[in-house]
C-alpha cells in the first residue's frame, strides 16, 4: 500500500508541473548605449572607485538588466583593460513601439585600483555592422606613497 501511495504522488507531481508553460515570456537581450561616465583624470593605486556611467536604452520597450563589465584577462595588460556595456531586456512578445527614443538611466561599477600602470576603460558607444564600438579612455595611476 504503501508503493501505491508513493507511485500516485509521484505521478501527481509530475503530472502538476509542465515544464512547456505557454505564459513564459519571449525575452531577448540586447546592448543598449553608453553615453557618459564619471572617470576620474587619474586613479590612486589602492583604492577603490565607484564608476557612474549612463545609458541610453534603445526604445520604450526596453528594460534596462545590469551593466557588464569584464577584464580582457587575468594578468598584466589584459587585466587592466576593461569593457563596459549596458544590457537591456525586451519582452518580444509584448506590442510595443520600438521606433520611440529609450529613457536614460544611470548604473554603477566597482574597481579596485591595484597595479601602478595605466588602467583603459572600453564603454560600448554602438556598433556598426554588428561590430562593436568603444570609447576608450586610459586613466593613469598615481601612487601617493611616492610623493
Request: proline fraction near 4%.
Amino acid at each position: 500500500m504503501k508503493k501505491l501511495v508513493f507511485i500516485f504522488m509521484v505521478v501527481f507531481a509530475l503530472t502538476g508541473c509542465s515544464i512547456d508553460d505557454d505564459n513564459t515570456p519571449n525575452i531577448s537581450y540586447e546592448l543598449a548605449e553608453i553615453v557618459a561616465n564619471d572617470l576620474p583624470d587619474e586613479l590612486e593605486l589602492g583604492e577603490v572607485y565607484e564608476v557612474t556611467v549612463t545609458y541610453v536604452l534603445p526604445s520604450t520597450c526596453h528594460n534596462f538588466f545590469g551593466l557588464d563589465a569584464r577584464r580582457e584577462g587575468a594578468v598584466g595588460a589584459e587585466r587592466r583593460n576593461i569593457f563596459i556595456a549596458a544590457v537591456s531586456t525586451i519582452n518580444e512578445d509584448e506590442n510595443c513601439d520600438t521606433t520611440t527614443g529609450g529613457e536614460t538611466g544611470t548604473s554603477k561599477f566597482t574597481i579596485t585600483i591595484d597595479e601602478e600602470d595605466d588602467y583603459t576603460f572600453n564603454f560600448l558607444i554602438g556598433e556598426n555592422n554588428n561590430e562593436p564600438i568603444y570609447q576608450t579612455v586610459v586613466v593613469p595611476v598615481v601612487d601617493p606613497a611616492a610623493n
